[in-house]
């Protein structure tokens, strides 16, 4: 095993030094980035802009109003924009934790454990990843509503807490990080189930445990359309659904443009943080890893 | 391993709400009644409306009546609106108020989704225009919701940039069509006017004043007039004017379009009576250059105007309080504290008619013409009525399909009106609907 990989790295190596194609790949990943930045940097000019200056001016000359649309959004209808900000962090952070419990537990026992209806279980979740979580939404609802959970937090946080593609991704990372080996030594020792679990596996698959986190963390943070369905109360609503009811305001009142830029442009700051914390965490486990083998 | 029993409690849940799923409906009458057989307290309302600062005329009101108390809660508009009440009204747990745009009513009243208010709200009749009473009862005996807002079209004209280029305000829309061509000819990068193939609520509102009707009821079945001859007179007229490149094609509401007001390179806009709040936020350099005049007519002599926009305050047919919520819905839309709350805290137009002495000084926008709120209420009275049908959103987004199309092809309008006609008879064939022929 540990030879196998050495090879392979060597061989990485040595095709990192020839570069056969040059800086093309740079290039894509340059241009990729710029695909991806452009339309955030947008945001973060556009919301500088005043009223007057948003359709006005150059699309990339930064204007004066940011303090007066910070003012504003804050102000709007008593700050509900903390209160939907918060209703976000609760769904979101809530949400990933409880999913990657969800999904590390399942993922681990389907790695590790044979049972039966093994097979069965795994080939299903497989199914589950192929049917968009959009069109569950529908039925989801009526069926919250006649067990009378509708417009309320759990609505938007049980249908997002198993999570099939997640339960997949702990399966293959506790397959690979967690070795049959240290489990069967534990049980020699006396180790049960609970435990192996908590002091072998859990703690080997962290950095699996991570990724998924950040994954569940941001898909639900962006999540509009379950929340537009479940829920009615605004005092619930996430940001996407908040930032939404300005936007479509009726035909007879001006969609509040700068107020939902200001609003997009700090909806993003969370999770630009999240990553940059989370980023360096799963860089330090993925060399642990490496170390332990 | 508690999470994890969590998740299977929770799975065993749904499992049991699926069987009784199948079992059929036979449970569902059994909530309401729960409802009606708990102890007299306050009796709870909610309400789901964007009319903004809702929350804040809603206070007025529970602190008026502490027996019935009224939790607003401000819902995205438009047409996700109207899918989400639907949704929520199929589950069995929608609000117990809902604002309702006089477009998307009928489809709420074919699914069986408002209560019939008659028995509750009849004195309110005299309240209003008959026009408007028309939207909420369909042409029939029902009264569906009771009108809040409304939207008469009115001429939006750049006074200052008309007496630049030497026009008058056009009194027929053959004197729009001469000024459009007039202008135009004097600096090609000016336009008197744009049609949006992106707004199907404007171009319905023009084709109620050549009077079109779209829909009716006779007995149980309905009536598909789109293609009528008003409307194909109204398509053609704007058709050629797009085809000679005497007004543009841009639709509204665009970046492009805000820049074109702003900087006065479009001279009007026959919008309704809610404009000013748009082109206060969307054209601010204008603010003091813009003025109203009555739509331009198709006849001399004549005097009509039509409706954009504008939507009414329904009650769930589900609501086991329908009493309590009609009788906040007639407060809310005939009560003059309420009426003037909706003219100050929600910026909207009040449907009934004395709303209209509650509007006392012009828009800000508008502080050029301190009578706006007088002749606004003038034009309001010679609106065309209208009845709108079961599935308006066919309709509008066959319109915006077809007349997409026929901008960027310089096609015929009223070709397009026949697409219109098509799709809407044949989804209503579809859903199942009774049409007379």
């Given at each position: 095993m540990a030879t196998t990989t050495l090879t392979a790295k060597g061989h990485l190596r040595v095709a990192a030094r020839r570069r056969p194609y040059g800086i093309a790949p740079t290039a894509i990943l340059l241009l990729g980035a710029l695909y991806c930045l452009l339309p955030v940097s947008w945001v973060l000019v556009a919301a500088t802009k005043s009223k007057a200056e948003l359709f006005s001016t150059s699309t990339f000359a930064p204007g004066t109003g940011l303090l007066t649309n910070l003012a504003d959004l804050a102000a709007y209808r008593d700050g509900v924009f903390w209160l939907w900000m918060l209703n976000t962090l609760l769904y979101a952070g809530g949400g990933a934790l409880l999913s990657t419990a969800v999904s590390a537990v399942s993922g681990y026992t389907l790695a590790k454990y044979r049972f039966r209806g093994r097979n069965l279980i795994f080939n299903l979740l497989i199914g589950g990843i192929?049917?968009?979580?959009v069109v569950l939404a529908i039925p989801q609802y009526l069926l919250f509503s006649r067990i009378g959970l509708?417009?309320?937090y759990w609505s938007v946080l049980l249908p997002q807490i198993l999570h099939p593609y997640s339960i997949y991704l702990a399966r293959i990372y506790a397959t690979a990080a967690v070795p049959d080996a240290l489990l069967e030594a534990g049980r020699i020792d006396g180790a049960g189930h609970w435990l192996l679990l908590r002091r072998v596996a859990l703690p080997l698959m962290i950095p699996g445990m991570v990724t998924i986190f950040l994954f569940q963390f941001v898909a639900i943070w962006n999540n509009f359309l379950l929340p537009f369905i479940m829920?009615?109360?605004?005092?619930?609503?996430p940001l996407t659904v908040g930032l939404y009811t300005l936007l479509a305001a009726g035909a007879n009142q001006p969609s509040l443009y700068n107020l939902i830029l200001t609003g997009t442009l700090l909806s993003i700051i969370p999770l630009i943080a999240l990553f940059l914390t989370m980023q360096r965490y799963w860089r330090t486990d993925l060399a642990g890893g490496g170390l332990k083998s | 391993m508690q999470r994890n029993r969590l998740a299977v409690a929770a799975a065993a849940a749904l499992a049991a709400t699926l069987a009784a799923g199948c079992s059929?409906?036979?449970?569902?009458?059994a909530a309401p009644a729960a409802q009606s057989s708990a102890p007299a307290g306050p009796v709870k309302l909610t309400y789901w409306t964007w009319v903004p600062n809702m929350d804040k005329i809603a206070a007025a009101w529970n602190s008026a009546n502490p027996d019935i108390q009224v939790t607003v809660s401000k819902q995205a508009g438009g047409d996700d609106a109207a899918a989400k009440f639907l949704t929520a009204a199929k589950a069995g747990n929608p609000p117990d108020l809902v604002q309702a745009e006089y477009q998307m009513l009928p489809s709420f009243v074919a699914a069986d989704a408002v209560a019939d208010l008659s028995g509750d709200v009849a004195?309110?009749?005299?309240?209003?225009?008959e026009g408007i009473w028309g939207l909420v009862t369909l042409g029939t005996d029902a009264v569906y919701a009771l009108p809040q807002d409304s939207g008469p079209m009115m001429l939006y004209y750049r006074q200052d940039l008309f007496d630049k280029y030497g026009i008058e305000v056009p009194k027929t829309w053959d004197e729009y069509a001469e000024a459009a061509r007039t202008v135009h000819k004097k600096d090609p990068k000016v336009f008197l006017g744009t049609f949006s193939s992106k707004d199907p609520g404007a171009f319905v509102g023009l084709a109620q004043q050549a009077g079109a009707q779209w829909w009716s009821i006779s007995g149980e079945s309905w009536k598909v007039a789109v293609n009528d001859d008003a409307t194909r007179k109204v398509a053609d007229y704007w058709g050629g004017l797009v085809k000679e490149g005497a007004i543009d094609d841009q639709p509204y509401f665009t970046p492009e379009w805000n820049k074109a007001l702003n900087d006065g390179k479009l001279l009007t806009w026959p919008s309704a009576v809610w404009a000013p709040g748009v082109l206060s936020s969307n054209a601010p350099k204008a603010k003091g250059r813009w003025a109203i005049a009555p739509l331009p007519q198709w006849g001399t002599g004549e005097n009509a105007s039509g409706f954009w926009g504008g939507s009414s305050t329904a009650v769930a047919a589900k609501s086991p309080n329908r009493a309590a919520a009609a009788k906040f819905a007639t407060w809310l839309n005939t009560d003059p504290e309420a009426l003037g709350l909706l003219v100050k805290e929600g910026a909207v137009y009040p449907a009934a008619a004395k709303g209209g002495t509650m509007l006392g000084e012009a828009p800000d926008y508008f502080s050029n013409q301190p009578d706006f709120w007088q002749r606004a209420a003038a034009i309001s009275a010679t609106a065309r009525g209208f009845t709108f049908g079961p599935n308006v959103n066919v309709t509008y987004n066959a319109f915006k399909d077809a007349f997409d199309k026929a901008v960027q092809d310089r096609s015929a309008f009223s070709e397009a009106v026949g697409k219109m006609q098509e799709a809407t008879v044949a989804d209503m064939q579809k859903s199942g609907f009774q049409l007379a022929q």
């Open positions: 192929l049917v968009p979580a509708a417009d309320t829920l009615g109360d605004d005092q619930m609503f | 059929g409906a036979a449970q569902e009458p004195q309110a009749k005299g309240e209003f225009g």
